[in-house]
């Protein structure tokens, strides 16, 4: 479905991306992994058409972006960006509707399968309830299901996530992976999500690429790619790993020392 072929990168002088090569098949979620600064962003702003690379070749159904005009680009790639604002002054149903402006000609109004189309993926995301208020009133999460639904009324064949739990506590985070997972598999979306929390990723991704230095250095199951060894080469810190006792998936957990010489305060009662 999606192919990146050998693909460079660069803002002017500078060299973000080094001969990436991946792909992600319908249906399935892979989540991006690596530090700031390794080019995950670089690499999202490439596949959807934003930025040019210098070199090779990003496909979406055997059709190179670079051949695309924009309109059918948003046809067929919806994105959610890290903190995606909101337009104030528009209710959440006015946002959604937003979405199926590619699919609309030139000063057209949205025609009622539209609104049937927002309406469905705002009872997809359970944020239907919410199509009156204005997007300044809604929570964090409120607004995440919001954007989300706005994407999916673009129909697309392919969703870009750039860290989409960020700034959300632990219960939407969760919520937002599992809402993801199942709409790749009912919709048979490919699904291309830059995350950091690494438990996360290997709790719900079907496969993780892990990027260092604008290259990827692994692709795979989350328990092939992501070992000790790894994530202490790419992101430099030491970790402990386990496996869930139901899903055998990984669970990393950041090897923090006591500093030597801590002092043990006694406290009398």
């Not at 690596?34 to 080019?39: A, Q």
């Not at 639904?149 to 599992?178: G, K, N, W």
């Not at 993780?208 to 328990?223: H, K, N, Q």
């Amino acid at each position: 479905m999606l192919e990146i072929r050998d693909v460079h990168a660069s803002y002017g002088a500078h060299d973000v991306l080094y001969g990436v090569d991946m792909h992600v098949e319908s249906g399935e979620m892979v989540a991006l992994l690596g530090p700031n600064g390794c080019g995950k962003t670089t690499l999202l702003r490439v596949v959807s058409g934003v930025h040019a690379p210098s070199s090779g070749a990003v496909t979406i159904d055997e059709m190179d972006v670079r051949d695309m005009a924009a309109a059918a680009i948003a046809r067929r790639v919806g994105v959610v960006a890290q903190s995606a604002s909101l337009p104030e002054g528009f209710t959440a149903l006015e946002v959604v509707l937003m979405g199926r402006t590619p699919h609309l000609r030139l000063l057209q109004s949205e025609s009622m399968r539209d609104v049937d189309i927002a309406r469905a993926c705002m009872q997809r995301t359970e944020c239907w309830e919410l199509r009156h208020r204005y997007v300044q009133e809604l929570s964090g999460g409120e607004r995440q299901r919001v954007v989300i639904a706005r994407a999916l009324a673009q129909e697309p064949s392919l969703l870009l996530l750039d860290e989409p739990t960020s700034h959300l506590d632990i219960q939407h985070q969760v919520e937002t992976f599992r809402l993801m997972l199942s709409l790749c598999r009912e919709r048979q979306l490919a699904v291309l999500a830059v995350v950091h929390d690494l438990t996360l990723a290997a709790a719900f991704a079907d496969r993780v690429a892990l990027m260092e230095r604008g290259r990827i250095a692994a692709v795979g199951a989350p328990a092939d790619v992501l070992g000790a060894d790894a994530i202490r080469r790419v992101y430099g810190i030491g970790v402990r790993m386990m496996s869930h006792p139901e899903t055998g998936r990984p669970i990393i957990v950041p090897d923090v020392e006591a500093p030597s010489g801590a002092l043990h305060a006694e406290v009398a009662l």
